[in-house]
């Protein structure tokens, strides 16, 4: 409901990774041209790291809708599998059946698909997101299929997304085989302060109206401080602010309401400390002890959730109320205008009423001066 109150075509500040509202920091911007050298040049495995909510799954969404038509893609998400599920789910997903097979003949069926892809000049290539997940023995499976190859060049490319503690899995000696067959790797780091402003603009300015809110000093680095630059805090923060702005009916973003709105998203914890604004800062500098990111993450999120029913049943009662003072209106004026119908005709009558008297007063005058027929009047 607050879209129309702002005047945005759409939510600008929702959790989904719509790539629509990719924000190109440095960092991000970096992470892609490695992303598409990769998929440009065939590099076998590519590694992309970042903390949770840093915009990883929506830069990967970027380049899928990008992607030429030459490219058959394989995109897994369900990663809590092991090494026999996700070579099945890799078929699947390029359309071979998997019913009633073991292992042997699902790799086979897939060598043989891949070398056919390449004669007809296609590329394929299998995207793993949330890759962290994946247990040892699927990794190795993911391995095995990079040995599937011709004399010139990978027969397909891997690419693995995943949060921080992927690189420290592959790190272990018994992948060290997988660790060197990773040709290209970038990790996402969190936004920095100035970057953090100039997302939020982005995003305002996206479903169009980037001036949509007035943000008064302060808000911008207590929004920081808050979210350490991890772009889906910022959307937490700021979609809370905007409602809270709405429910206030002010286009404006002042420091008690971002307080009291973070406050209200905020869990029983110690103080954040506050984070220098330096380029390089990293979220673990800007939320030093406080919890992992990925649980503080699942907290906030899930008392977000709660306040954003509570605050949508406040609108819902918003609405209804309003909806009822357009129907009072309506009465309203319906009434109106019958009182001035009935005014019209009541002026009208009178108006007869006037017209009636005149003509029985000139008619009794006219009476009054002839005598009447057989009958004499006497002077007195």
Same mark, same amino acid.
């Given at each position: 409901?607050?879209?129309?109150?702002?005047?945005?075509?759409?939510?600008? %500040?929702?959790?989904?990774?719509?790539?629509? %509202?990719?924000?190109?920091?440095?960092?991000?911007?970096?992470?892609?041209?490695?992303?598409?050298?990769?998929?440009?040049?065939?590099?076998?495995?590519?590694?992309?790291?970042?903390?949770?909510?840093?915009?990883?799954?929506?830069?990967?969404?970027?380049?899928?809708?990008?992607?030429?038509?030459?490219?058959?893609?394989?995109?897994?998400?369900?990663?809590?599998?092991?090494?026999?599920? +996700?070579?099945?789910?890799?078929?699947?997903?390029?359309?071979?059946?998997?019913?009633?097979?073991?292992?042997?003949?699902?790799?086979?069926?897939?060598?043989?698909?891949? +070398?056919?892809?390449?004669?007809?000049?296609?590329?394929?290539?299998?995207?793993?997101?949330?890759?962290?997940?994946?247990?040892?023995?699927?990794?190795?499976?993911?391995?095995?299929?990079?040995?599937?190859?011709?004399?010139?060049?990978?027969?397909?490319?891997?690419?693995?997304?995943?949060?921080?503690?992927?690189?420290?899995?592959?790190?272990?000696?018994?992948?060290?085989?997988?660790?060197?067959?990773?040709?290209?790797?970038?990790?996402?780091?969190?936004?920095?302060?100035?970057?953090?402003?100039?997302?939020?603009?982005?995003?305002?300015?996206?479903?169009?109206?980037?001036?949509?809110?007035?943000?008064?000093?302060?808000?911008?680095?207590?929004?920081?401080?808050?979210?350490?630059?991890?772009?889906?805090?910022?959307?937490?923060?700021?979609?809370?602010?905007?409602?809270?702005?709405?429910?206030?009916?002010?286009?404006?973003?002042?420091?008690?309401?971002?307080?009291?709105?973070?406050?209200?998203?905020?869990?029983?914890?110690?103080?954040?400390?506050?984070?220098? %604004?330096?380029?390089?800062?990293?979220?673990?500098?800007?939320?030093?002890?406080?919890?992992?990111?990925?649980?503080?993450?699942?907290?906030?999120?899930?008392?977000?959730?709660?306040?954003?029913?509570?605050?949508?049943?406040?609108?819902?009662?918003?609405?209804?109320?309003?909806?009822?003072?357009?129907?009072?209106?309506?009465?309203?004026?319906?009434?109106?205008?019958?009182?001035?119908?009935?005014?019209?005709?009541?002026?009208?009558?009178?108006?007869?009423?006037?017209?009636?008297?005149?003509?029985?007063?000139?008619?009794?005058?006219?009476?009054?001066?002839?005598?009447?027929?057989?009958?004499?009047?006497?002077?007195?």
């Amino acid at each position: 409901m607050y879209t129309k109150f702002f005047n945005l075509s759409a939510k600008p %500040f929702e959790l989904l990774p719509n790539p629509k %509202f990719l924000y190109l920091s440095k960092g991000h911007r970096k992470a892609l041209s490695y992303l598409q050298y990769g998929i440009q040049e065939r590099a076998g495995f590519t590694l992309l790291t970042g903390e949770v909510g840093s915009g990883k799954t929506t830069l990967v969404r970027d380049i899928i809708n990008k992607i030429s038509a030459d490219i058959t893609l394989s995109m897994i998400f369900n990663t809590r599998v092991d090494g026999y599920q +996700l070579i099945a789910m890799i078929n699947e997903d390029f359309g071979l059946t998997t019913e009633g097979k073991d292992k042997v003949q699902l790799i086979t069926e897939l060598n043989d698909f891949l +070398l056919e892809e390449c004669s007809s000049n296609r590329q394929p290539i299998i995207i793993i997101d949330e890759a962290q997940n994946l247990s040892t023995e699927a990794l190795e499976e993911i391995r095995l299929l990079s040995n599937l190859e011709n004399d010139n060049f990978k027969m397909m490319q891997i690419i693995l997304v995943g949060q921080p503690e992927l690189k420290q899995i592959i790190a272990q000696p018994s992948l060290r085989q997988l660790r060197q067959r990773i040709s290209i790797s970038c990790h996402l780091n969190p936004l920095n302060r100035k970057e953090s402003e100039e997302y939020i603009y982005h995003r305002l300015g996206t479903v169009g109206n980037r001036d949509c809110v007035k943000f008064h000093d302060g808000v911008f680095d207590a929004i920081f401080k808050f979210s350490g630059g991890v772009p889906r805090l910022i959307n937490l923060i700021c979609d809370f602010l905007l409602l809270s702005a709405f429910v206030e009916e002010t286009h404006e973003i002042d420091k008690p309401l971002v307080d009291e709105a973070l406050k209200e998203l905020s869990f029983e914890e110690p103080d954040l400390p506050s984070p220098t %604004f330096e380029h390089e800062e990293t979220v673990s500098q800007a939320v030093q002890g406080s919890p992992p990111l990925d649980d503080r993450l699942a907290r906030i999120e899930k008392k977000y959730a709660k306040l954003n029913a509570d605050r949508s049943e406040k609108e819902a009662i918003l609405e209804r109320l309003s909806s009822q003072g357009s129907i009072l209106e309506y009465l309203i004026n319906q009434q109106q205008n019958q009182f001035g119908q009935l005014d019209d005709q009541l002026k009208k009558i009178s108006a007869q009423i006037d017209r009636l008297r005149q003509t029985l007063l000139v008619d009794g005058k006219r009476g009054g001066d002839k005598e009447t027929p057989g009958v004499k009047v006497r002077k007195i």
